[in-house]
Nanobody, 117 residues
Framework: QVQLVESGGGLVQPGGSLRLSCAAS????????MSWFRQAPGKQRELVAI???????NYADSVKGRFTISGDNAKNTVHLQMNSLKPEDTAVYYC???????????WGQGTQVAVSS
């Protein structure tokens, strides 16, 4: 079974930057969407960035202009570049990869991002 492992999280001051990475244990075929979610303490998990077919991307309003999702299929990786970080960005960030037909829906274990002075 495919495994996803997130990395790149940590503690950063407001206004700082982090780049999260999600590495798959093997090549994943027929990907429909690659996404990043986050879950803050006491809150529901929310979608923050998604990349779909034809290179389409979409972002939560709260992160537009600050976050960028990208992927490198050759390296089996998904990235999330996070700039101008705010305290409200503090959360555990999860990557997700799924197909269209429901054959698979892969999740990573998450990586902690803390934005604090």
């Amino acid at each position: 079974q495919v495994q996803l492992v997130e990395s790149g999280g940590g503690l950063v001051q407001p206004g700082g930057s982090l780049r999260l990475s999600c590495a798959a244990s093997e090549t994943i075929f027929d990907i429909y969407t690659m996404s990043w979610f986050r879950q803050a303490p006491g809150k529901q998990r929310e979608l923050v960035a998604i990349m779909g077919t034809r290179g389409r991307t979409n972002y939560a309003d709260s992160v537009k202009g600050r976050f960028t999702i990208s992927g490198d299929n050759a390296k089996n990786t998904v990235h999330l570049q996070m700039n101008s970080l705010k305290p409200e960005d503090t959360a555990v960030y999860y990557c997700n990869v799924r197909d269209f037909a429901g054959k698979y829906d892969y999740w990573g274990q998450g990586t902690q991002v803390a934005v604090s002075s």
